[in-house]
């Protein structure tokens, strides 16, 4: 049975707030709505683009879901173009990322973020490894913490739960590990306060952690061929 990491990809791989701030400021500029703080920002992802922009825009806007298919669209339209200025992996994520493929672990990502974007960025930043699936949102399935993602990359890579591991740094990817049913190590170094990572199996302030878990467990641990 082949051993699986599914990792999330913002805030857990990619530090990508930076883009995802400036992308929804230019979007806000524009339409002459008043704008946020990066810091802001990194309690506003995690769901999703369109939660995203929800989120950004004051409330009677966000109430309004014409004006926030809008937005979205030219949200996205800028993002699309602007993905990977300022985007980089965090520290010690490429040497995480080869080392366990090495090991012969599966890889894959879930991810709220668009599709099109997901693959782009893993592409740019991680050429040489094969991942099993690199899954963001698309209308076949819906948004983290529901299951189905994780699902669909435990079938495609012929994997078990007792053979699989989710890496996020959100409670939206403990919940979705807990409703896949399979345990998940949280990572400090995203976008969420520690006290929202408090349920996970255990929380990782740097990839050897990651590593040493994953390899050895304490109630986080792949089980073995």
């Given at each position: 049975m082949e051993r699986l990491v599914i990792f999330d990809l913002d805030g857990t791989l990619l530090n990508t707030i930076a883009d995802l701030a400036n992308a929804a400021n230019h979007?806000?500029?524009?339409?002459?709505?008043?704008?946020?703080?990066?810091s802001e920002y990194t309690l506003m992802v995690g769901n999703g683009m369109r939660k995203l922009i929800m989120r950004a825009l004051p409330d009677e806007k966000a109430a309004d879901d014409a004006f926030v298919d809008s937005t979205l669209a030219a949200f996205l339209r800028y993002y699309a173009d602007h993905i990977d200025l300022h985007t980089k992996p965090y520290p010690g994520i490429p040497e995480l990322i080869r080392t366990l493929s090495a090991q012969g672990y599966r890889l894959a990502v879930a991810s709220n973020k668009i599709q099109a974007g997901a693959e782009k960025l893993i592409q740019e930043f991680f050429p040489d490894?094969?991942?099993?699936?690199?899954?963001?949102?698309?209308?076949?399935?819906?948004l983290k913490p529901d299951a189905a993602l994780v699902e669909y990359i435990m079938d495609k890579a012929a994997t078990d739960r007792a053979h699989t591991i989710m890496v996020g740094d959100s409670g939206t990817d403990i919940q979705t590990a807990r409703n896949a049913g399979i345990p998940v190590i949280a990572v400090s170094w995203g976008f969420r306060p520690r006290y929202e990572l408090t349920a996970a199996d255990f929380v990782a302030d740097d990839t050897s952690q990651v590593i040493a878990r994953i390899s050895a467990g304490n109630g986080c641990e792949i089980k073995p061929e």
């Open positions: 979007t806000l500029a524009e339409l002459g709505l008043p704008q946020h703080t990066l490894i094969d991942f099993v699936a690199v899954m963001g949102n698309s209308p076949q399935y819906p």
